[in-house]
């Protein structure tokens, strides 16, 4: 593999996101600490911070060359039932999890057009979007909007050769996880390095992968 151009990863700061960003720099046979574009609030970048994310990603093609991919990681979630749930608790994780996962994309994809890069778009769901999660319904809700926008942008972005890959991850070990099931067998679940291998081949391969609900579970 030659020198590779970085990718962006939101969420980048711990769990899935720094899992990716490890498995990417080793991947790398210059090993540079500038492969990939991390995005968290460790960095003073928020992902709900809409114009400062666009401003941000904006201003990474150098040399007319477009970051190869953006994945779509940062995500929180707010547990509650619904008769209690705040509002405001819904439009975090909402403003997290998917504003803040579409503003990026947008940005991106602009990038991609203006210099006609055939970039991916990777974005983590979660089998919670696909069915019910009673007392985590505004997670769930918000990772059920991910996966149709996903799958409705990879037949928009087809024509210009863009792929978008939708990964819902199963149960897995994260900081996360730990804290709204702190019941779980940990040792038998589903680690982030393991889905993050998967993602990186993703973004060397994935051919025929696109355009579709990809889970990952254990």
Not at 123 to 139: D, E, K, V
Not at 174 to 198: H, V, Y
Request: glycine letters at 8%; proline letters at 3%.
């Amino acid at each position: 593999m030659n020198k590779q151009i970085p990718i962006i990863i939101t969420g980048s700061s711990k769990g899935l996101g720094q899992e990716i960003a490890k498995k990417w720099c080793i991947s790398s046979k210059d090993n540079e600490d500038n492969v990939y574009y991390g995005l968290s609030r460790w960095n003073d970048l928020d992902i709900a911070k809409f114009e400062e994310i666009q401003a941000y990603i904006s201003g990474l093609a150098h040399d007319d060359n477009v970051p190869v991919a953006l994945i779509n990681n940062a995500g929180i979630c707010i547990p509650g039932n619904t008769i209690d749930m705040k509002i405001e608790d819904l439009q975090k994780q909402f403003n997290v999890n998917f504003f803040g996962l579409v503003n990026a994309t947008q940005t991106y994809i602009k990038l991609c057009l203006k210099y006609r890069f055939k970039g991916k778009i990777i974005n983590i769901a979660s089998t919670a979007g696909l069915g019910a999660r009673p007392g985590r319904c505004g997670y769930s809700s918000s990772k059920a909007a991910v996966i149709n926008f996903s799958l409705s942008l990879a037949r928009e972005l087809k024509e210009y050769g863009i792929k978008v890959y939708t990964i819902c991850p199963g149960a897995f070990d994260s900081e996360m996880r730990r804290k709204i099931a702190p019941e779980d067998d940990f040792e038998k679940m589903l680690k982030p390095d393991e889905i993050a291998d998967f993602i990186i081949d993703i973004i060397n391969n994935g051919k025929f992968l696109d355009n579709q609900i990809i889970y990952t579970v254990k």
